[in-house]
């Protein structure tokens, strides 16, 4: 997965990685593959390279749901991705839903939220589970926008990993660094929802424009099974050391 991760990137930015980038993203792979089911993984953006075309590969299986960005609000910064919070976006083309068993997880390393209403938000729709992790000016530590969707805010952070995991069928947790502290959970609700992709940065809330904030991307990664709190612990750990190495 590693080689052909560099060769794709490599491929589509029309120049080779640097020893130091390839170092860090093999990093990530050997750790992945080590400390975690890799087999739980359904899609990983590492957002590496120097253009869209080789920022938007899903590094586990380059050419398959890879990112579709918006047309607009993206800058494409060495470090990462960068969404305006207007119209930036990401279409992940990834369903987190296994049908037998409904549990998914979906963590994403975010290297800053910049200097205005700093804060982060993760939202989840229910029955069937469809997670979005976003940013956002919300400051309420716990709020519900609608019957089928909830959104905990976690309003002191400026950057971190920050992961929605659902491990059981009842309840979701949300958890920030791999701290116990800052965690929680919410109930699983039954009532009808929206169907959709996991997307990241700037869209519409039950076609309501909600106030999203830009933040920089450093990598998302996606899957299909809940994770243990060893492993949640084990992603916080391997996502904030390939921010750190940008």
Do not use: M
């Not at 749901?65 to 990834?94: E, P």
């Not at 369903?95 to 975010?110: D, E, G, H, K, M």
């Amino acid at each position: 997965d590693f080689l052909n991760y560099i060769k794709a990137v490599e491929a589509a930015q029309g120049s080779a990685l640097s020893n130091t980038a390839k170092a860090r993203i093999f990093t990530v792979f050997s750790r992945l593959k080590a400390e975690i089911d890799y087999s739980k993984i359904a899609a990983l953006y590492l957002a590496e390279g120097s253009n869209a075309n080789a920022k938007k590969i899903n590094a586990k299986s380059p050419g398959t749901k890879d990112l579709i960005f918006s047309s607009t609000g993206i800058d494409y910064a060495s470090s990462g991705i960068t969404f305006d919070g207007v119209n930036g976006s990401a279409d992940t083309q990834v369903q987190t839903l296994n049908t037998a068993q409904p549990r998914a997880f979906c963590s994403a390393s975010i290297i800053s939220l910049g200097a205005t209403n700093p804060g982060i938000s993760v939202s989840f729709y229910n029955n069937p589970p469809r997670f979005y992790l976003v940013t956002s000016a919300t400051t309420a530590a716990y709020s519900n926008y609608a019957a089928s969707e909830r959104t905990i805010s976690f309003s002191s952070k400026t950057s971190g990993t920050f992961c929605i995991n659902r491990f059981s069928d009842s309840e979701h947790t949300f958890s920030v660094d791999g701290s116990l502290s800052d965690t929680a959970t919410a109930a699983v609700e039954s009532s009808p929802t929206l169907q959709g992709n996991i997307v990241v940065g700037a869209f519409s809330l039950n076609n309501v424009l909600s106030d999203f904030k830009a933040a920089q991307y450093s990598s998302l990664i996606l899957g299909d099974q809940g994770l243990t709190t060893a492993e949640i612990a084990s992603l916080h750990s391997i996502q904030d050391q390939h921010r750190w190495a940008r």
